[in-house]
């Protein structure tokens, strides 16, 4: 590609055999369809099924579609990070390749910010009856509780299809922590943004790869890297269970005074598990920092590239 395409598409592929055909085949139309110059950033996350195959196939006959691929699986975030860092567009959309996004939706993304010129449209999801109620819920958790950490600029509801700008993406690129939560930062950022509506579908073929662990490592990864607020917690509880010790003495040496005892072999015990209970989950919180310190010390890459299709072609007909 000699001149830099007007829009990148980016889209982090994992064991997508079944659904990623499907994506394509509604994908290639839009775009195809949108007049301006574009490229499909394909990352694939180092996936072990037919998906490294099926994606050197498609790019033969869509010379659009670009192939990088990791050297190993590395997660959804550093694919996304992969794909962001690669992407030549003057506009990023990241998309799901499992057609939970409908991609019918990157026009009315593009014409926004081109409109309005905004730095940021998010794809906000007006209706997730598709996802599970569990998956519902949890996710409003999380919404509510992340929009009391990055404030109000955060839209609920508002996954990982969105549209950037080349200033925003150039200012994500900028950051320097290795294992970004895009859809935290990309509020954060403050950028002038709007909204698309869109309702989550369901996904195509195949199954989530994000089960419970990954959803608590998310938002568990999410809280540390934007607050400090649960380690003044522990300050917290720590003056809490002094004042209840305090008021307890008193008690206990007024009853001594008048000749009493204070019977309690279950006040004690329970006293005591709850005392052990705070005094593990300081530790654990400040184990959560403190891995993060060490990660971010050893500043290792979220990913390495083992294959990228334009750039390892310039490369060869260079020589
Ligand atoms: N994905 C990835 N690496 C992973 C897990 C997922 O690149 O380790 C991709 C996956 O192929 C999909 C997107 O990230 O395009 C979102 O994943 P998924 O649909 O499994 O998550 P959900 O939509 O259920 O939250
Ligand atoms: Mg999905």
């Not at 990352?43 to 659009?64: C, N, Y």
């Amino acid at each position: 590609m000699s001149t830099a395409p007007q829009l990148s598409v980016v889209m982090p592929i994992y064991n997508e055999q079944e659904a990623l055909p499907r994506t394509v085949e509604r994908l290639r139309p839009i775009l195809d369809a949108l007049g301006v110059g574009y490229e499909v950033v394909g990352v694939d996350d180092g996936s072990t099924d037919a998906t490294p195959v099926l994606m050197q196939k498609i790019r033969q006959d869509w010379p659009e579609f670009r192939v990088i691929r990791l050297a190993r699986n590395s997660g959804h975030q550093a694919a996304l990070k992969a794909g962001l860092d690669r992407a030549h567009g003057d506009y990023v959309v990241s998309l799901d390749a499992d057609l939970q996004d409908p991609p019918e939706k990157i026009p009315e993304m593009l014409a926004l910010a081109r409109e309005q010129e905004l730095d940021i449209v998010y794809g906000v999801r007006g209706d997730r009856t598709s996802d599970s109620s569990f998956k519902r819920r949890s996710a409003g958790a999380y919404y509510w509780l992340m929009r009391k950490l990055v404030g109000k600029r955060m839209p609920s509801q508002a996954g990982d299809y969105r549209l950037l700008s080349r200033a925003a993406v150039d200012a994500l690129k900028a950051l320097p922590e290795h294992q970004p939560v895009y859809r935290l930062l990309v509020p954060w950022l403050g950028f002038p943004s709007g909204e698309v509506v869109y309702v989550r579908e369901e996904r195509v073929a195949g199954t989530t790869h994000y089960p419970l662990g990954k959803m608590v490592r998310l938002a568990l990864d999410s809280i540390v890297n934007f607050s400090a607020a649960p380690l003044r917690l522990a300050t917290w509880l720590g003056l809490l269970s002094f004042a209840v010790c305090l008021v307890m003495s008193v008690y206990t040496a007024v009853a001594f005074a008048v000749g009493a005892t204070v019977p309690g072999w279950s006040s004690l015990f329970m006293g005591m598990l709850f005392l052990g209970a705070v005094q593990l989950i300081c530790v654990g919180l400040l184990g959560e920092y403190t891995a993060r310190i060490y990660s971010a010390v050893q500043a290792r890459p979220a990913y390495f590239v083992g294959y990228d299709s334009v750039d390892d072609e310039r490369r060869d007909n260079s020589r």
